[in-house]
């Protein structure tokens, strides 16, 4: 009989806004397993926290956003790099459905932005780019991305929806 499995939990959230997605960026050098890419925000858990928690702390912490989270979209098991110290690991990526929380700053919101851009020109801490882009280039950014098929799904549906709607 073999050893069970142990995975690494690492909850990333879709973050929907007016027809942009919030993605983050992790600058080369970084044990980011797509350093220099564009993708969806994820995080460790820390003890006595859940997962939901974990990703409204990070988003806070990076951007001053208040997000609720709505559900989870998808999850994804595989190999991977462990964020916290770059070994290989068993990684599950849970990915949640977020949106921005009633009273947010509206200066931190996107407005008509055509591609990723950064919410603040100076890199928040842990080197790191954080960005609003719209639903169709978010989801050509994802391209190279651990994403799970329900998520692809949901966001080409809300970016075609988007299209519709102009």
Do not use: N
């Amino acid at each position: 009989m073999s050893a069970a499995r142990r995975y690494l939990l690492v909850p990333r959230a879709v973050i929907v806004h007016a027809r942009h997605l919030l993605l983050v960026r992790s600058t080369t050098g970084t044990r980011s397993p797509s350093a220099a890419r564009w993708h969806l925000p994820g995080t460790e858990v820390l003890e006595g926290e859940s997962p939901q928690t974990a990703i409204q702390r990070l988003v806070k912490l990076r951007t001053r956003v208040e997000i609720e989270v709505d559900g989870c979209l998808d999850a994804v098991a595989r190999r991977g790099r462990d964020p916290t110290t770059g070994r290989q690991s068993s990684l599950l990526h849970l990915f949640f459905s977020c949106s921005v929380s009633p009273g947010t700053s509206p200066e931190l919101l996107p407005t008509a932005v055509a591609t990723v851009a950064p919410l603040d020109p100076g890199a928040p801490p842990g080197g790191t780019d954080w960005g609003w882009a719209d639903l169709g280039s978010g989801v050509a950014a994802l391209r190279h991305d651990i994403v799970g098929p329900a998520v692809v799904s949901r966001l080409e549906e809300l970016a075609r929806q988007a299209k519709r709607s102009s």
